[in-house]
């Protein structure tokens, strides 16, 4: 079956071989969802994303943090996850058939180191809530599995799913939050913790003023002097193995033929509908849990980060499935190919709707920071989407390669490649004519 990697053909490849189209879709389907979440990043404080107490609770408020608590957070990064590993594992593999393993995971790491590097600038120079880091430096760990079988990697990957979520229910269950809330209202248990919270409040709030009206550079300055990259880093084995479960699982749906359509259509419609069903009924006792209790932060952490990591699973594989199953049917129509196409662009488009959403919201652009409430803020989501499906597919009409999906490529391979359609078709010329696949770096 054809196949493709996270960011485009390689040099490595066979020349002809195609794409797996529905790992495009899949990637588009991350990217536009993963705005519908990111959005909130951007227009409120950080913790904003999960700590309703930061603000009035209200009826609308409510209402868009269960929405996308039950059906946003978490499951698009994961997605993007799952998809991740998948790509590790067609590059390693297209590479090790020419270079040998050793060759095929020096050059892998090479490539994240690169991601690495964008993932530090757009973290310090746009938002906050980056990914690539993340995923670059836990795709460094993941790599080293690569060399395994399918079934060692699913059962690696179940096993840091599983680890992540029994772990982070026991490590980060909020004991001394609920016992301060429990307390007498105006005992000095419950008196003191306020006063705690009230500071986490105004902490939260601090650079509010600085991101409705500051300058660029305001703001470039007040991410670095309020958390490093290496904060970032320092965080990641709260999210790391969840990540690197992920990651070993979507490496060995990819060998075992989930993507390629191997699989019974019938049971993957069954069984994606179904993990998303399960999903729902298990994380909702945690979303009345953080009602209940205010989003108080030990316990949105908690609800956020605890046995949500693994519960969430279901409903990861659920859109995988489905989208899958679908794929051929998508595929033929536009909103399918556009979606097709904004997945093959999916690293310049997660950075585009970074720029899109802080020229929105940000001091630099129109400074609608702190002014919505979180439905609302969908529609300037479903904005930023509708313009990711308008402009993919033109652009791959001209060009081979989304911007950044081409630098990171060259990047990654030290040599310049054409990037326009015209330049392809010469190379290609050039390989039917002298029988040399050099120009074209295979």
Not at 144 to 153: E, K, M, S, V, Y
Not at 362 to 373: A, K, N, S, V
């Amino acid at each position: 079956m054809a196949t493709s990697d996270i960011g485009g053909a390689t040099p490595d490849q066979p020349v002809g071989a195609r794409r797996i189209e529905s790992l495009d879709l899949l990637r588009g389907f991350a990217v536009l969802g993963i705005l519908a979440a990111n959005v909130v990043g951007f227009a409120r404080t950080g913790p904003y994303y999960y700590w309703g107490i930061l603000h009035p609770a209200g009826f609308w408020e409510e209402a868009g943090w269960l929405l996308q608590y039950l059906f946003l957070d978490g499951k698009l990064r994961g997605l993007f996850a799952l998809l991740f590993g998948a790509g590790m594992a067609i590059f390693v593999d297209r590479a090790a058939a020419r270079r040998g393993m050793a060759g095929a995971l020096l050059l892998q790491g090479r490539r994240l180191l690169w991601l690495a590097l964008f993932g530090a600038l757009h973290y310090y120079l746009l938002f906050f809530g980056d990914i690539l880091l993340d995923y670059a430096v836990v795709g460094l760990v993941a790599m080293l599995f690569l060399p395994l079988g399918a079934r060692a990697l699913l059962f690696i990957g179940l096993f840091a799913s599983f680890y992540m979520g029994i772990m982070g229910g026991i490590a980060l269950w909020p004991a001394d939050e609920l016992a301060a809330l429990n307390a007498p209202a105006a005992s000095e248990a419950r008196t003191a913790y306020e006063a705690e919270v009230e500071a986490m409040r105004g902490q939260s709030h601090a650079s509010d003023a600085v991101r409705k009206t500051g300058s660029f550079t305001d703001l470039v300055a007040c991410r670095h002097e309020t958390r490093s990259a290496w904060d970032r880093i320092a965080f990641m084995p709260v999210t790391g193995p969840g990540y690197l479960g992920l990651m070993l699982l979507g490496a060995a749906l990819y060998r075992m033929g989930f993507f390629s359509g191997g699989w019974s259509r019938r049971g993957m419609i069954v069984w994606g509908a179904t993990g998303i069903v399960a999903t729902v009924v298990f994380t909702l006792p945690l979303a009345v849990m953080g009602m209940q209790h205010n989003h108080y932060p030990a316990v949105s952490f908690w609800v956020q980060f605890g046995p949500a990591s693994l519960l969430r699973l279901p409903m990861i594989l659920g859109y995988a499935a489905l989208l899958v199953a679908f794929a051929p049917a998508l595929g033929r129509t536009a909103l399918g190919r556009r979606m097709a196409a904004a997945g093959r662009m999916a690293f310049t488009n997660y950075i585009a709707s970074s720029v899109l959403m802080g020229a929105v919201f940000l001091g630099w652009g129109l400074g609608l920071y702190g002014d919505w409430h979180r439905l609302a803020l969908w529609a300037w989501a479903a904005g930023g989407m509708a313009l990711m499906l308008l402009w993919s597919a033109p652009w791959l009409d001209r060009f081979r390669f989304g911007p950044l999906e081409w630098l990171w490529r060259c990047l990654t391979y030290m040599q310049l490649f054409p990037i326009r359609r015209r330049d392809e078709d010469a190379a290609d010329a050039g390989i039917a004519s002298n029988g040399s696949p050099a120009k074209r770096g295979i």
